[in-house]
């Protein structure tokens, strides 16, 4: 695998803004119809011949629903054709057909993920907007296993959903997903700061995801919560484990044997480290929860973007970071949330403000 200054490990290209659900905290606050303005067919074979010059790095297709656009397999079948592996994270809609996942697995899509927020349609279609969606997704992942095609779950942690972790946990397991990836709320967006859970609370959280993964028959991935890999790193320095680059990550057991179709990074991945997002305009960000526009690929090439942007470059360098982030033992490996960070306090490189750890040094200086 590359260094992330010069490929990516992860590309999310929000193929289209349009979707028919109304989720409480959509990054993208999606609209119900695509947007004449998104980059054509023609335009999206360029961009994955462009993404291909990284080496093969993933490609995520996400939204808005990425069921709504007429080329979706197309797409697919073109990116997978250049070699690059498909993933992609459609809406729980009437656009979720057999024939919709049939085409799908045909086209060569290396990974089916939908979204759950809750172990019951109660909690899930209220977090959604829209009824039927968590019944809809349930309906359709039974298919999905018929078409041996992998599936991955998203959650995002809120307060709507904190006390309902353990029964999607045990959801998770009656699915049989291949990786649950775990979401923690950013303020953008439709998201409010209301909506999140506190600093003590995700601290909680991810000592719960730890004990998990060392029994969970799935894989279990975190989202906008680097500091989890801190907790992965404390809990088993702790218990006298053995710390590989793998489980540095916090998102693998060391046994790396329920195949996912995607695999994993060797470095932990932040916001423009590793990661990178294109707009649906073809606008370039260092993540999706991050909005600080570095380009358009409608104008430069999504490489030159990725290793010559400033701010892309700022945030490969840890030792950019301020406050206690600057100053923490872990900065390397986590480096806290960058879009968290910029949502919160308008700096992205100031301190992860939603975590509890106070590095030694920084609490003498407070002294």
């Known amino acids: 695998m590359r260094p992330f200054d010069q490929s990516p490990f992860i590309v999310i290209w929000e193929v289209t803004r349009a979707c028919e659900l109304a989720c409480l905290h959509c990054r993208a606050e999606a609209q119900p119809m695509p947007d004449p303005r998104q980059l054509s067919t023609q335009e999206g074979f360029h961009l994955l011949e462009q993404i291909k010059q990284f080496g093969d790095p993933v490609v995520v297709f996400t939204g808005g629903d990425p069921l709504m656009r007429h080329d979706l397999y197309e797409l697919i079948q073109y990116g997978v054709k250049l070699g690059l592996k498909i993933s992609m994270t459609p809406s729980a809609t009437r656009h979720v057909t057999k024939d919709a996942m049939r085409r799908a697995k045909e086209a060569g899509l290396s990974r089916w993920a939908f979204s759950l927020d ?21 309906e359709s992942i039974k298919y999905l296993h018929e078409l041996e095609l992998p599936i991955q779950i998203n959650t995002t942690v809120s307060r709507y959903n904190l006390d309902d972790l353990q029964n999607l946990a045990d959801l998770m397991r009656e699915l049989q997903v291949v990786l649950w990836s775990v979401f923690f709320l950013v303020p953008t967006g439709r998201g409010k700061a209301s909506d999140m859970i506190s600093p003590e609370q995700h601290e909680q959280v991810f000592h719960w995801l730890y004990e998990l993964s060392n029994t969970a028959p799935f894989d279990i991935k975190t989202t906008a919560a680097q500091h989890y890999r801190r907790v992965v790193i404390q809990s088993r320095v702790k218990e006298g484990q053995p710390v590989s680059r793998m489980n540095l990550v916090g998102v693998q057991r060391d046994d790396e044997s329920k195949g996912d179709g995607i695999g994993r990074p060797m470095f932990g991945v932040n916001d423009g480290n590793g990661f990178v997002f294109i707009s649906h305009l073809g606008d370039v960000y260092p993540s999706g929860f991050l909005p600080i526009k570095t380009g358009n690929v409608r104008e430069q090439s999504i490489v030159d973007i990725y290793w010559y942007s400033p701010i892309f470059q700022s945030l490969r360098n840890p030792d950019n970071l301020k406050g206690k982030c600057g100053e923490c033992p872990y900065r390397h490996i986590c480096g806290g949330s960058r879009a968290r960070a910029y949502a919160v306090t308008g700096d992205y490189l100031t301190s992860e403000p939603y975590c509890t750890f106070i590095p030694s040094n920084h609490s003498q200086k407070v002294k």
């Open 118 to 138: 809750g172990s019951t349609a109660e909690i899930h279609d209220a977090f959604r907007g829209v009824s039927g969606s968590f019944d809809r997704t349930i």
